[in-house]
């Protein structure tokens, strides 16, 4: 049973740091680029951060260079999103997401992902 399971959300006051991670199983995680994408109330999902199978490959959302890192372990079967400086804007639910990829390219488009976690709340007080 494929699971993919979020955790590390809250609330945070703007300028703060969070980390998120997501815990992999039942697929060959070693297989997959993963991502983070969030989704505000009324607004459309978007991909935050995306990394390689191999960690070799990473892309960024515009509004979060600089501030957010997506990391990976493939032993621990683990991606994680240490997110700093946290702005009001950032607030949205985040899901962790796998695309079945072995090359180092990295997808922003929801449609390539194939399993996606239940995400997890991030909230961030001005």
């Known amino acids: 049973q494929v699971q993919l399971v979020e955790s590390g959300g809250g609330l945070v006051q703007a300028g703060g740091s969070l980390r998120l991670s997501c815990e992999a199983s039942?697929?060959?995680?070693?297989?997959?680029?993963m991502g983070w994408f969030r989704q505000a109330a009324g607004k459309e999902r978007e991909v935050v951060a995306a990394?390689?199978?191999?960690?070799?490959?990473?892309r960024y959302a515009d509004s979060v260079k600089d501030r957010f890192t997506i990391s990976r372990d493939n032993a621990k079967k683990q991606v994680w999103l240490q997110m700093n400086n946290l702005k009001p804007e950032d607030a949205a639910v985040y899901f962790c997401?796998?695309?079945?990829?072995?090359?180092?390219?990295?997808?922003?488009?929801?449609?390539?992902?194939?399993?996606w976690g239940q995400g997890t709340q991030v909230t961030v007080s001005s």
């Open positions: 997401a796998a695309d079945y990829r072995l090359n180092q390219r990295v997808s922003a488009a929801r449609h390539d992902y194939d399993y």
């Open positions: 039942g697929f060959t995680f070693s297989s997959y680029a």
């Open positions: 990394i390689s199978w191999s960690g070799g490959g990473t």
